[in-house]
């Protein structure tokens, strides 16, 4: 293709590189998240919720006026992924804070680059002890695993029942569910007559259920994704078990009620997202969620877009410095957020109530919130 070397043509071709280069976004900010592999569906929920926070948060100037650039890295829910992921974020873009919007596996891995190179990483669900434990530069909106577990033994005890039998994903969030609720029972009485374990490439569950069958248990608190929670449903209800199921966050998805079909009636999960929320704060987030991405929102995606809106809080609060300032900024605010009121503790934890939500006419609904500060205390510094 012929080019002019017309004085003008040059001209206004740097016009055009001048106004690319003060058009393009003054503060960046990133993102881990997995786009591909095993856990796209939930990467997905994760980028919507935090591409949701950046453009109102643009769409109210910004920082200072300057435009927030959201950087996105795909870490394919892999430690291996998502250290490179970090590292060009870090050293490549040069973020002031950055958004782990994984699971816990890809999330701890990353921790340690973002914490060597003093940059805030504000973590949405993955749930592992060891994410806040990397530094005092990490900080996570969700409540901790055996957080979430422990709660899980006070709803048995809420409900009135005993005889419980564990399902357990083997992997950290599994494991560290599994950990929390056994703490609980042994507080609350409970019995738990059995654990049984399963991979996360496991989708047939007939041996496994043979067994829970038999053991007739009144609760069954099973860890896992709406993945593999689907099918697991789906079989122990096809065999006749009729325990109460409780589950956790990984199950919070339509596609959860889409893969267990009818068997996901009645079922309970432990979460951090009320649907039937009179909080105008989570009701407008709901709303507009669905208006921008034309499907409802899921704890996923509502616990990314608190965690991107806590950065941009704090970004606000430093006139978009990062670094220690940002840390501390982040540190000392207080949120009212979609997952509820937020503040943190000196290990970077939130103290917060457990939202619990029954499966009811193929959605998500209000069943009751386990509130026990005692009990759903993260750890600090002191206790760790």
Do not use: C, W
């Amino acid at each position: 293709m012929h080019v002019s070397r017309h004085p003008h043509f040059v001209l206004a071709a740097l016009g055009l590189a001048l106004l690319a280069t003060t058009a393009h976004a003054d503060v960046r900010i990133g993102i881990t998240v997995p786009l591909t592999g095993f856990a796209a569906a939930d990467g997905k929920s994760a980028l919507d919720g935090a591409k949701l926070a950046v453009a109102q948060a643009n769409a109210k100037g910004g920082i200072k006026g300057e435009k927030l650039e959201l950087v996105i890295y795909d870490d394919q829910a892999s430690p291996k992924e998502a250290v490179p992921a970090a590292t060009k974020l870090v050293e490549k873009d040069k973020v002031v804070g950055a958004v782990g919007g994984s699971y816990s596996g890809s999330t701890r891995a990353a921790a340690s680059i973002f914490q060597a190179a003093q940059v805030p990483y504000v973590v949405a669900y993955a749930i592992h002890p060891d994410i806040t434990r990397s530094g005092d530069f990490m900080f996570r909106v969700s409540a901790m695993g055996e957080v979430q577990g422990r709660g899980g033994a006070k709803l048995v005890q809420n409900l009135g029942k005993k005889k419980v039998v564990l399902i357990t994903l083997k992997n950290d969030f599994g494991q560290s569910l599994a950990a929390g609720f056994k703490e609980g029972a042994a507080k609350f009485g409970l019995n738990i007559v059995a654990e049984h374990e399963y991979s996360m490439q496991d989708r047939q569950f007939g041996a496994l259920i043979s067994q829970v069958k038999a053991q007739e248990p009144e609760v069954i608190y099973a860890s896992g994704y709406f993945y593999t929670a689907g099918p697991l449903v789906n079989q122990l209800r096809a065999a006749g078990v009729s325990a109460i199921i409780i589950g956790q966050e990984g199950y919070d998805s339509e596609k959860f009620m889409e893969i267990a079909g009818p068997a996901s009636e009645g079922v309970l999960i432990t979460t951090s997202l009320d649907r039937d929320s009179v909080n105008p704060v989570t009701k407008a987030f709901l709303s507009d969620f669905r208006q921008a991405n034309n499907a409802g929102a899921d704890m996923v995606a509502a616990a990314t877009y608190t965690a991107t809106q806590v950065l941009i809080d704090g970004l606000r609060r430093t006139d978009g410095k990062g670094g220690a300032a940002l840390r501390d900024a982040i540190a000392a605010g207080s949120y009212d957020a979609p997952i509820g009121k937020l503040a943190f503790n000196d290990l970077h934890e939130v103290k917060k109530d457990l939202q619990v939500q029954v499966v009811k006419d193929k959605a998500f609904h209000r069943h009751s919130i386990v509130s026990d500060p005692v009990l759903l205390a993260p750890p600090s510094k002191a206790s760790k």
